[in-house]
Protein backbone atom coordinates (compact mmCIF):
# COMPACT_ATOMS: atom_id res chain seq x y z
CA UNK A 1 0.00 0.00 0.00
CA UNK A 2 3.01 2.27 -0.87
CA UNK A 3 2.72 5.73 -2.52
CA UNK A 4 5.36 7.06 -4.26
CA UNK A 5 6.27 10.58 -6.15
CA UNK A 6 8.08 11.02 -9.43
CA UNK A 7 9.87 14.18 -9.40
CA UNK A 8 10.99 15.27 -13.24
CA UNK A 9 13.63 17.62 -12.07
CA UNK A 10 15.67 15.32 -10.13
CA UNK A 11 14.56 12.05 -12.57
CA UNK A 12 14.36 10.12 -8.50
CA UNK A 13 11.48 8.55 -6.76
CA UNK A 14 10.43 9.88 -3.52
CA UNK A 15 7.92 7.61 -0.87
CA UNK A 16 5.43 9.11 0.53
CA UNK A 17 4.09 8.41 3.72
CA UNK A 18 0.35 9.53 4.58
CA UNK A 19 -0.68 10.65 7.51
CA UNK A 20 -4.19 8.54 6.56
CA UNK A 21 -3.67 5.42 4.42
CA UNK A 22 -6.33 3.94 2.51
CA UNK A 23 -7.10 0.18 1.70
CA UNK A 24 -4.26 -1.63 -0.40
CA UNK A 25 -6.08 -2.36 -3.48
CA UNK A 26 -5.60 -3.13 -7.59
CA UNK A 27 -7.83 -3.33 -10.69
CA UNK A 28 -8.64 0.78 -9.56
CA UNK A 29 -8.73 3.91 -11.96
CA UNK A 30 -6.84 6.71 -11.08
CA UNK A 31 -7.00 10.55 -12.78
CA UNK A 32 -4.96 13.96 -11.78
CA UNK A 33 -7.35 16.70 -11.60
CA UNK A 34 -5.34 20.08 -10.46
CA UNK A 35 -2.93 19.06 -7.33
CA UNK A 36 -5.14 15.90 -6.72
CA UNK A 37 -5.02 12.24 -7.37
CA UNK A 38 -8.35 10.40 -7.45
CA UNK A 39 -8.78 6.63 -7.38
CA UNK A 40 -11.95 5.05 -8.01
CA UNK A 41 -13.09 1.65 -7.32
CA UNK A 42 -10.41 -1.29 -7.27
CA UNK A 43 -10.33 -4.76 -5.57
CA UNK A 44 -8.44 -6.67 -3.14
CA UNK A 45 -6.91 -9.74 -4.29
CA UNK A 46 -6.25 -10.98 -0.42
CA UNK A 47 -9.46 -10.55 1.41
CA UNK A 48 -11.72 -10.48 -2.81
CA UNK A 49 -13.20 -7.04 -1.47
CA UNK A 50 -14.61 -4.58 -4.39
CA UNK A 51 -14.04 -0.97 -3.48
CA UNK A 52 -16.71 1.20 -4.59
CA UNK A 53 -15.25 4.35 -3.19
CA UNK A 54 -13.34 7.55 -4.22
CA UNK A 55 -10.77 8.26 -2.56
CA UNK A 56 -8.07 11.70 -3.03
CA UNK A 57 -4.88 13.06 -2.05
CA UNK A 58 -3.81 16.21 -1.79
CA UNK A 59 -0.40 16.62 -3.71
CA UNK A 60 0.16 20.03 -2.79
CA UNK A 61 -0.27 19.41 1.00
CA UNK A 62 2.14 20.07 3.27
CA UNK A 63 1.03 17.07 5.23
CA UNK A 64 -0.67 14.36 2.53
CA UNK A 65 -3.39 11.94 3.88
CA UNK A 66 -5.73 10.37 2.10
CA UNK A 67 -9.50 11.06 2.35
CA UNK A 68 -12.57 9.73 1.01
CA UNK A 69 -13.84 12.08 -1.91
CA UNK A 70 -17.51 9.96 -2.62
CA UNK A 71 -18.27 6.67 -0.33
CA UNK A 72 -20.34 5.07 -3.23
CA UNK A 73 -20.17 4.72 -6.71
CA UNK A 74 -22.22 2.70 -9.07
CA UNK A 75 -21.33 -0.99 -9.00
CA UNK A 76 -19.02 -2.52 -11.18
CA UNK A 77 -16.78 -4.65 -12.17
CA UNK A 78 -12.72 -4.17 -11.52
CA UNK A 79 -11.18 -4.77 -14.33
CA UNK A 80 -7.36 -3.92 -15.14
CA UNK A 81 -5.49 -2.00 -18.51
CA UNK A 82 -8.27 0.74 -18.27
CA UNK A 83 -8.50 4.12 -18.86
CA UNK A 84 -8.83 6.88 -16.73
CA UNK A 85 -9.25 10.70 -17.57
CA UNK A 86 -10.08 13.79 -15.87
CA UNK A 87 -12.35 16.44 -18.26
CA UNK A 88 -13.71 19.36 -16.74
CA UNK A 89 -15.14 18.15 -13.29
CA UNK A 90 -15.63 14.55 -14.63
CA UNK A 91 -13.39 11.62 -14.00
CA UNK A 92 -14.12 8.94 -16.46
CA UNK A 93 -13.11 5.43 -17.04
CA UNK A 94 -13.33 3.35 -20.20
CA UNK A 95 -13.11 -0.38 -20.55
CA UNK A 96 -10.32 -2.71 -19.53
CA UNK A 97 -10.16 -6.34 -18.87
CA UNK A 98 -11.94 -8.82 -16.27
CA UNK A 99 -11.63 -12.20 -15.11
CA UNK A 100 -13.84 -13.20 -18.38
CA UNK A 101 -12.03 -11.00 -20.74
CA UNK A 102 -11.62 -7.37 -22.56
CA UNK A 103 -14.44 -5.05 -21.79
CA UNK A 104 -16.08 -1.92 -23.71
CA UNK A 105 -18.05 -0.73 -20.35
CA UNK A 106 -18.24 2.75 -19.73
Do not use: E
Not at 53 to 77: F, N
Amino acid sequence: NDTWQFKFATMTWQKLNPAIQTSARSKMRCAVHKSTLYVAGGSSSKTGTTFNDVVALDLSATSVAWRISASSIPAYTPTDSSAAVMYDHYLLWFGGRTDSGATNSF
